[in-house]
């Protein structure tokens, strides 16, 4: 029997499909993508009031439970005991609590004084007094039983607030300015376009499966203050010479453990077509994006493979039937993005940034915080995409008795360098898939290093960021601060492992002292326990206020120099 050598070698291997619905058909092609189109995520909303409330944590479905629950904002909490890195190697029952974390949506950080104690009395009663303020301008809460959730809704959406879609593989909280509206230097309001697309789209069936999470970030102000960078679609305010104020639209950021961050399309986004654009990259997220592959699944990913002249492309031509107009970039900032301290309106009242270590707080803080703002004539404030808050309105002579009061409650709008500028993610606490614990471990460092670094403190820049992280999956923009801390067992030198984290130096995203974002550098082999953690970043800060140039920054610095100056064995120059 002959073989057909020409034709052997020249056939091609077959490419292997990516999952993307309008190249590839809508065929599940893993777990995930089966359970969700099984039933859509938005429908598990009626079982947890209908049946799970009523018979229980062990009445759940696994797929709503590790699946579609996350459609109405929450997770299984980390079981207390359970050591780090378990999940890899534990089926998920051994690692779940029968609790959740509860994430309330707040789209734009906008409350009033009335959610906040809400929200304040729910965790009191519902969620062991826990709170976290987080970088994506949620609170979240924990302890929350499966029984207790339709009540909390009940009570959340009573004051108009809600949990829908604030996890799963659909369009999250879309962040916004802290200072939308009020700013007296702001390009263009964005709440109506906010508010628009939150009512237009959130909750919609149709948008409710993606390929994975869709993040947003929307912002007129010109500091940049939504970290738009690593947002899969995000809106900065611009002033286009013919057109006047509106927004540069960037597409495809996104961290995690593949760092990329978004591209300009070029474009210019007038705010009555603002909503539709969303709508249009949104959908085309949704048919192209890949879906085989859950860590290839982010929209980033699809970018890097077409570049943003072809997607560019597609939503003209497929989604919005026209031809969208070009547009400027948007200026280097000249004001700080975080908003922190006291700041005069457009109005003439003020606002005022505070800062709650690391977002930790609790139910009844913000019960306290309600008081304290209606007492001075505030009833409205913002959660910040950096774990802060900002308070509006308030009257110029209540300014300085607010600010008193606020320090008193630990929320101090005058604060150290360190407790400005340090963040961290949920850690092993409560999270799964954290190794080491993080939100104790940053207030522990940021109360020793104002400390230490007290007879420098005169020296010290605006902004110096330290973001720690539990697990490499970078909920806390390591890759994206001056030092930036991933979590890792490190081995103690008898055989076992300690807590310790790898070091990412000199990321950044655009503020008033760098006029573009860019990732942090690694240093081979540099890593600390998390005890030897304050020396480290004592000793670094020293070295960088002792050898930098005039003017420079510490990203700037760390990029410079040579790795020895990095690492913590080294000595100083």
């Known amino acids: 029997m002959s073989t057909d050598v020409s034709a052997v070698s020249t056939r091609r291997p077959q490419k292997r499909p990516n ?133 909390i809704w009940r009570r959340l959406e009573s004051v108009g607030l809600g949990t829908t879609e604030a996890c799963g593989d659909t369009p999250r909280v879309i962040l916004g300015s802290p200072v939308a509206g009020i700013a007296a230097d702001e390009i263009i309001d964005p709440t109506p376009v906010i508010q628009e697309i939150a009512q237009l789209y959130i909750g919609d069936p149709e948008l409710a499966n993606l390929p994975r999470k869709y993040k947003s970030a929307i912002t007129g102000h010109p500091s940049q203050d939504v970290v738009h960078e690593i947002n899969d679609f995000a809106l900065v305010g611009v002033v286009h010479p013919d057109h006047g104020p509106g927004y540069d639209l960037w597409v495809g950021g996104g961290l995690s453990t593949n760092a990329r961050l978004a591209e300009r399309l070029g474009v210019f986004v007038r705010q009555e077509e603002a909503a539709e654009v969303w709508h249009a990259v949104t959908q085309t997220f949704r048919d192209y994006g890949f879906r085989r592959l859950r860590n290839k699944a ?93 308070v509006l309105d308030l009257p110029e002579k209540e300014v300085e008795a607010a600010s008193a009061a606020l320090a008193d409650l630990g929320l101090d709008p005058r604060p150290s360098v360190f407790r400005r500028s340090t963040i961290a993610c949920t850690g092993i606490e409560f999270c799964k898939l954290a190794i080491v614990e993080t939100k104790t471990t940053a207030a522990r460092t940021i109360d020793a290093l104002e400390e230490r670094l007290a007879d420098v403190a005169d020296q010290m820049p605006v902004r110096l960021t330290l973001h720690i992280n539990g697990c490499p999956n970078s909920c806390a923009r390591i890759q994206t601060a001056d030092i930036g801390l991933k979590g890792q067992l490190l081995p103690d030198g008898d055989g076992g492992t300690s807590p310790g984290f790898q070091v990412h130096l000199g990321g950044g995203l655009t503020f008033v002292d760098r006029d573009e974002a860019g990732l942090g550098r690694t240093v081979r082999g540099l890593k600390v326990t998390a005890e030897e953690l304050v020396d480290y970043v004592e000793l670094l800060v020293r070295r960088y206020l002792a050898g930098r140039q005039t003017g420079e920054t510490f990203a700037r610095w760390s990029h410079r120099v040579d790795e020895s100056e990095l690492q913590k064995e080294a000595e100083p120059a």
Do not use: C
Not at 36 to 51: A, P, S, Y
Not at 106 to 133: P, Y
Not at 343 to 370: C, E, M, N, W
């Open 19 to 151: 999952g993307q619905w309008k190249i590839d058909g809508t065929e599940p092609l893993n777990h995930n993508e089966e359970f969700k189109q099984d039933d859509n995520g938005l429908n598990v909303r009626e079982r947890i009031e209908t049946i799970y409330s009523k018979q229980g944590f062990d009445s759940i479905d696994q797929d709503d439970l590790r699946g579609r629950f996350r459609w109405w904002g929450l997770y299984t909490q980390r079981r207390p005991g359970v050591p780090a890195g378990a999940h890899n190697s534990l089926p998920p029952e051994e690692v779940d609590d029968k609790y959740f974390m509860l994430r309330v949506r707040i789209d734009g950080g906008a409350l009033t004084t009335e959610q906040l104690r809400v929200i304040g009395e729910i965790s009191r009663e519902f969620a062991r007094d826990t709170a976290d303020v987080t970088d994506r301008q949620n609170i979240q809460l924990h302890w929350v039983a499966v029984e207790d959730v339709p009540e």
């Open 298 to 390: 982010r929209l980033k990913f699809l970018l890097a493979e077409w570049g943003p002249e072809k997607f560019r492309r597609i939503i003209e031509d497929e989604y919005l039937g026209r031809r969208l107009t070009d547009g400027p970039a948007p200026a280097a900032p000249d004001t700080p993005g975080d908003h922190v301290g006291v700041h005069r309106q457009k109005d003439g009242k003020f606002y005022i940034g505070i800062t709650p270590t690391v977002g930790r707080v609790s139910g009844t803080l913000l019960v306290q915080l309600a008081d304290l703002l209606e007492k001075h004539g505030s009833h409205r404030l913002r959660t910040t995409p950096h774990q802060k808050l900002v």
